[in-house]
T-cell receptor
Framework: AQSVTQPDIHITVSEGASLELRCNYS??????LFWYVQSPGQGLQLLLK??????LVQGIKGFEAEFKRSQSSFNLRKPSVHWSDAAEYFC????????????FGAGTTVTVRA | DAGVIQSPRHEVTEMGQEVTLRCKPI?????LFWYRQTMMRGLELLIY????????DSGMPEDRFSAKMPNASFSTLKIQPSEPRDSAVYFC?????????FGPGTRLLVL
């Protein structure tokens, strides 16, 4: 079965600084990969996804992620963080095909300081 | 599209009472998932449906939990009887072509 690890529980970053959130997955084949963001009291919003093709994926709100098969990673990046990016971020992996169940990481909480 | 709709958004009930959570998936989506989120356990998959048929309910914690999907536009998650440890945020998500879209959640507090 597939699994996801988000090594960082909490990250604090200054507004305007760059942000990188790490995600490692365990799965034998090429997985479907996702990043979601959850603001306090809200549901999970899809930031971006990777199914195949170009390994650098652009998402909403200025985020991007890069799939690296050799490292089993799908790290999320943003060049310049805004205060509104303070939230919890979840990486998820799916098998795809005929089974759309996802395995979620434990999440990384991002705090943005002025 | 209005997105995934969940009701109620907040529910406060007393231990032993029946609780019914409702979900309306995005039209045309063929999978529907129910999750529970708590600080201690994170996001847990409870059950999911494909074309209204339950596929995997192994995440349902106890027989007190049941879920139905009578048609493509409606699903319920029922807890009977409810207990304080059921307090959590319950999310519904629907899927099209492999991507899950989440509802805003129902925040349940069992006293």
């Amino acid at each position: 079965a597939q699994s996801v690890t988000q090594p960082d529980i909490h990250i604090t970053v200054s507004e305007g600084a760059s942000l990188e959130l790490r995600c490692n997955y365990s799965y034998g084949a090429t997985p479907y990969l996702f990043w979601y963001v959850q603001s306090p009291g809200q549901g999970l919003q899809l930031l971006l996804k990777y199914f195949s093709g170009d390994t650098l994926v652009q998402g909403i709100k200025g985020f991007e992620a890069e799939f690296k098969r050799s490292q089993s990673s799908f790290n999320l990046r943003k060049p310049s963080v805004h205060w509104s990016d303070a939230a919890e971020y979840f990486c998820a992996v799916g098998v795809g095909s005929n089974d759309y169940k996802l395995s979620f990481g434990a999440g990384t909480t991002v705090t943005v300081r002025a | 599209d209005a997105g995934v709709i969940q009701s109620p958004r907040h529910e406060v009930t007393e231990m032993g009472q029946e609780v019914t959570l409702r979900c309306k998936p995005i039209s045309g989506h063929d999978y529907l998932f129910w999750y529970r989120q708590t600080m201690m356990r994170g996001l847990e998959l409870l059950i999911y449906f494909n074309n209204n048929v339950p596929i995997d309910d192994s995440g349902m914690p106890e027989d007190r939990f049941s879920a139905k999907m009578p048609n493509a536009s409606f699903s319920t998650l029922k807890i009977q009887p409810s207990e304080p440890r059921d307090s959590a945020v319950y999310f519904c998500a629907s899927t099209l072509e492999g991507t899950q879209y989440f509802g805003p959640g129902t925040r349940l507090l069992v006293l």
